[in-house]
């Protein structure tokens, strides 16, 4: 008994090093791909393909840890830029009722990430004649979602940039509004928040 708790105690020891290399690799190269961190991050340790590797909450629990310890000024600069581009981007595609989800609207981006932000339609065809009656050339592709434990789909992905700042946009149909996709992280609903949710967490920043 006492070498298996020995044993389990050397096992979350491993674990825990694998999060935090996986969430440093996050924070410094910009790897998005959280499975590929972790695989990335064994390797380096010299690990067995067999051994039990973090979950996703795991990594993002080391991630925000590393911004803590080593990017507590840099990170929320960029944090706080992302958010007032997503503010111009979700004012953009009002007719859209845009809602930013992900590590913009979670507080992890950094100057590697994305404003994601999931934007309703009926007429795919409506949201692509709106960037291109603004000029703005994009790159269109299907992104693979999870709707429930059991079940994927397909949704149209808009990706561009503004003023430098890499924008992506999910399209759903306006009844997309109602049940969000999966979480990668926390296997939920994710998180999404309209224009005056992201300015309300913009002026508590700054009055913070």
């Known amino acids: 008994m006492a070498a298996r708790r020995r044993s389990d105690r050397g096992t979350d020891s491993l674990r825990r090093q694998i999060a935090a290399e996986a969430a440093r690799l996050i924070a410094e190269q910009g790897l998005r791909d959280y499975h590929a961190a972790k695989l990335k991050a064994a390797s380096r340790f010299g690990l067995p393909e067999a051994l039990p590797l973090p979950r996703n909450v795991e990594i993002e629990e080391a ?86 434990r059991s079940e994927e789909a397909n949704f ?30 926390s296997e939920r609903p994710m998180q999404r928040a309209a224009l005056t949710d992201v300015l309300a967490l913009v002026q508590e920043h700054t009055s913070a």
């Open 63 to 148: 991630l925000r840890q590393h911004q803590r310890l080593f990017q507590s000024d840099s990170q929320p600069r960029h944090l706080v830029r992302l958010r007032h581009a997503a503010i111009e981007a979700m004012r953009f595609f009002h007719a859209f009722e845009p809602r930013l989800v992900g590590p913009v609207l979670e507080g992890t981006a950094d100057e590697f990430s994305a404003v994601c932000l999931h934007v309703f339609t009926d007429d795919l065809g409506e949201l692509c004649e709106c960037l291109q009656a603004g000029g703005i050339p994009f790159d269109l592709e299907d992104r693979r979602l999870r709707i429930s």
């Open 156 to 185: 149209p992905a808009l990706a561009f940039r503004a003023g430098g700042t890499p924008i992506d946009l999910t399209a759903f149909a306006r009844d997309g509004l109602r049940q969000a996709p999966l979480d990668r992280i």
